[in-house]
């Protein structure tokens, strides 16, 4: 016998709940937000500069539900906004729908599943960058408030994440470290 979550029906709720489209100024401004911080983590590696170079003028079109995001690769190997006309040369599409599902998927360090149309050859680099390129969060913070509160306050965040992760009861595989009985002694 499956049994059903008890927050069920909270998803339920927000998967039948209407979502308001915003205006168009503030959906490019939030790509464009998003493309300066992709722009800043590509900085920090330079293999992946090198790597998006050779795709100089491409598009990749992100879509999840309604929301789409079109890029275009500059001849730096960088991203910026494409134009709306603007025939993209691969689509990426997010097939979860839920955005509870996808964000276990996310906590659970997986990648989400995405249906995969176009150009071959950027795909493949557009993977080999999710896979290779990391956000060194605690390096930027520590610019901003100093090395040791930067530390501690990317390790509340990975203990948050942990908390959350157990609590929803999807533990990531390979978890160091052994779980203590609630009657044991650690």
Not at 67 to 88: I, Q, R, Y
Not at 102 to 118: C, D, F, H, N, T
Not at 145 to 150: E, F, K, L, N, T
Request: glycine share 6%; net charge negative.
């Amino acid at each position: 016998m499956a049994t059903q979550s008890p927050f069920s029906f909270v998803e339920d709720f927000f998967k039948n709940l209407p979502i308001p489209t915003p205006p168009a100024w503030a959906i490019e401004e939030a790509h464009r937000k998003c493309i300066l911080v992709l722009n800043h983590v590509l900085m920090q590696e330079p293999q992946a500069m090198q790597r998006l170079v050779r795709q100089s003028g491409r598009v990749v079109l992100a879509q999840w539900r309604s929301f789409s995001f079109k890029l275009l690769v500059t001849p730096a190997g960088l991203l910026d906004l494409a134009d709306e006309l603007a025939t993209p040369d691969l689509s990426l599409v997010l097939t979860e729908e839920s955005p509870f599902a996808l964000a276990q998927e996310l906590l659970q360090g997986s990648k989400p599943a995405v249906r995969i149309e176009g150009d071959v050859q950027l795909a493949a680099e557009v993977n080999w960058l999710a896979d290779n390129l990391r956000w060194d969060v605690e390096e930027d913070l520590s610019r901003i408030i100093g090395d040791a509160p930067s530390h501690m306050a990317v390790q509340a965040c990975r203990k948050l994440s942990g908390a959350l992760r157990d609590f929803l009861g999807q533990k990531v595989a390979g978890n160091s470290g052994a779980d203590a009985s609630p009657g044991s002694v650690a």
